[in-house]
């Protein structure tokens, strides 16, 4: 097979542009909806709790990632990018890290992601919230996320979900506000409730099945966390 350097250029070309269409799409979105993205290869995670992160379980995703996904590639992160154990309203046995701290080691993971992700999607989770809460509604999620890391690739949402539509059916991304202590359980529910796929962080579990009519997948993704 002969590949002409003319078609790897007209190939680069068509991709470089459709990305600059999508950025176009999200910089004009409408903030005040969730994110609906049409779009089949996502890596989809959950629960970083930096700076608690797992960096070999950080490293595997990237990883696999590189090795299996087609570009565009993209990353999600479906609640709890942060711990903000500074900010809990919970009492602190030991002295929590400072947003300082958060916000240098959450730069490092996500710079390191730009090289491999084409589109990043942060969702906020109960612990993301934490800063929104204790700044009584003054910050956003796009204002704390900003602190951060501010590139057009990197996209934040103030939901804590998502919709993919993807080649394979309605995937919904999400870090639902309840728990349970069963694998799956919510995710099981969420599925049949919604009538789509559901990816579920926050609980904390691992596990896939179908969801209880057997008509969608149901997944608890666990997280990246130690």
């Not at 779009?39 to 989809?44: E, G, I, L, Q």
């Not at 992160?53 to 479906?78: N, Q, S, Y």
Request: proline letters at 2%; a neutral charge.
């Amino acid at each position: 097979l002969k590949i002409s350097t003319a078609q790897v250029n007209a190939t680069v070309a068509e991709w470089q542009a459709k990305t600059a269409q999508k950025a176009k799409e999200l910089l004009t979105r409408d903030v005040k909806t969730p994110l609906t993205i049409q779009a089949s290869d996502w890596m989809v995670t959950s629960d970083w709790h930096v700076p608690f992160t797992d960096w070999g379980l950080f490293e595997k995703m990237v990883m696999i990632a590189e090795k299996h996904l087609r570009r565009p590639r993209r990353l999600v992160c479906a609640g709890d990018l942060f711990n903000m154990d500074a900010f809990s309203n919970f009492q602190h046995v030991t002295l929590p890290a400072n947003w300082s701290e958060e916000r240098s080691s959450a730069k490092e993971l996500l710079s390191y992601c730009l090289g491999v992700f084409d589109e990043i999607y942060l969702l906020t989770g109960n612990h993301d919230a934490r800063l929104m809460k204790w700044s009584q509604g003054q910050l956003e999620s796009d204002d704390i996320f900003g602190m951060v890391l501010t590139n057009t690739k990197v996209l934040s949402s103030r939901f804590a979900y998502m919709t993919a539509q993807t080649c394979n059916g309605l995937w919904r991304f999400t870090h639902p506000e309840g728990y349970r202590q069963g694998r799956t359980v919510l995710a099981q529910t969420l599925a049949d409730d919604l009538q789509m796929n559901v990816i579920s962080g926050h609980e904390h579990h691992t596990g896939v099945t179908a969801s209880k009519t057997g008509r969608y997948v149901a997944c608890n993704i666990g997280g990246l966390y130690k």
